[in-house]
T-cell receptor
């Protein structure tokens, strides 16, 4: 069966510090991968998606970036965090576009 | 105006009541999703549908493509159904666009 992991579960970082959130999927090959953010009191927003290794599409211009160094690994990064980067970050995968998406447990990021 | 609108935003009901959450969208879609988010934040996909009706246990989801409207029903509601229910649509090849969510509280 397929499993999706995210870590860390919670993170408190000062403004200006770097960020690295990791997501890995097990039990499937060549998944579509997604990063979402849920800011406090707001709905989910797609940040990045990837259809293959090294292929990243950005939905929202911001100081975040994403990378996919391996087939089942998706990393969200920032060189310098802003207060507005606080939120709940979710990774998800799907077999292909427009198919059901499966979400990871999420990372709650607080930028202080 | 948001591309995906849900109503109501908050809903409180007694155990056993029949629950309906509505979702309207204004864009062309290839699929509509209903998601459940528990207090800890974890999200579970309940349904993905592009036409008609689907049923899983006490949950029923319907979609009317012509009217661009979907409903999520919960029969015989239970306190463990308390969660935020999110409607999302697949717009284009990859993009999921989300509604703001409906916070459901079922009191015993």
């Amino acid at each position: 069966s397929q499993t999706i992991h995210q870590w860390p579960a919670t993170l408190v970082q000062p403004v200006g510090s770097p960020l690295s959130l990791e997501c890995t999927v097990e039990g499937t090959s060549n998944p579509n991968l997604y990063w979402y953010r849920q800011a406090a009191g707001r709905g989910l927003q797609l940040l990045f998606y990837s259809v293959g290794i090294g292929q990243i599409s950005s939905e929202v211009p911001q100081n975040l970036s994403a990378s996919r160094p391996q087939d089942r690994q998706f990393i969200l990064s920032s060189k310098k965090l802003l207060l507005s980067d606080s939120g709940f970050y979710l990774c998800a995968w799907s077999v292909e576009a427009a198919r059901e998406q499966y979400f990871g447990p999420g990372t709650r990021l607080t930028v202080t | 105006k948001n591309e995906v609108e849900q109503s109501p935003q908050n809903l409180t009901a007694q155990e056993g009541e029949f629950i309906t959450i509505n979702c309207s969208y204004s864009v062309g879609i290839s699929a509509l999703h209903w998601l459940q988010q528990h207090p800890g934040g974890g999200i579970v996909s309940l349904f993905m549908l592009s036409s008609g009706k689907k049923k899983h246990g006490r949950l029923i989801a319907t979609i009317n493509i012509q009217e661009k409207h979907s409903s999520l029903h919960i029969t015989a509601s239970h306190p463990r159904d308390s969660a935020v229910y999110i409607c999302a649509v697949t717009k284009g090849a990859q993009k999921l666009v989300f509604g703001q969510g409906t916070r459901l509280t079922i009191n015993p």
